[in-house]
């Protein structure tokens, strides 16, 4: 399976294919659930659909309300469930500062990740930023510091909302 180093910048919002991502997404997923040997069930599909419906980060409330009309009997319970299970797929991240989640589009192998998140659009962009975690792996080691894992969240404006 091929990844990208690097997603794509998601300029233009309005001629962004967004079912185009949430199929890349699902595709992945699908792939990578049958390599490991781990089930991929309706309401994580369909979680993860959701939060691949834009580039957003998105609420685990918002995500019941939003899959009630799919699954009437789903709980709060039934999404954190599917959550967890997103995450430790690596199909989704955590956006800490905003007690929400957003699709990986790095999915299939383990790394870290800068996460620009516009206080306008809201849209949020995941980057590699491989020179930047360089920097910090070199600032723990010299700390003596060991990290578990580094996400690092920069709130402000995207390219464009910037130029508007």
């Known amino acids: ?14 001629a962004h294919n967004h079912q185009q991502c949430v199929d890349d ?6 792939q990578l659930c049958t390599e490991r040997g ?3 069930t309706a309401i994580r599909q ?3 659909a959701l939060i691949w419906e834009s580039h957003k980060a998105v609420k685990a409330y918002e995500l019941l309300d939003r899959i009630k ?4 009997a789903a709980k709060p319970a039934t999404i954190y469930r599917a959550l967890d299970f997103l995450l430790a797929q690596g199909l989704i991240h955590r956006v800490e500062s905003l007690n929400a989640f957003v699709g ?3 999915s299939g192998h383990q790394h870290e990740q ?19 975690m360089q920097v910090l792996a070199e600032e723990f080691r ?6 578990h894992s580094k996400a690092i969240e920069v709130h402000g404006l995207c390219r464009r909302c910037s130029q508007l």
């Open 46 to 48: 369909q979680v993860l």
């Open 104 to 106: 990986c589009s790095c």
């Open 142 to 147: 010299q700390a003596g510091f060991s990290a």
């Open 38 to 40: 781990v089930q991929l």
């Open 69 to 72: 009309p799919l699954q009437a």
């Open 1 to 14: 399976m091929t990844i990208p180093a690097e997603p794509p910048p998601h300029t233009d919002t309005l």
């Open 25 to 30: 997404a699902l595709k992945i997923a699908d």
């Open 114 to 132: 800068l996460l620009l998140i516009c206080k306008q659009c809201e849209q949020v962009e995941e980057r590699m930023a491989a020179g930047v």
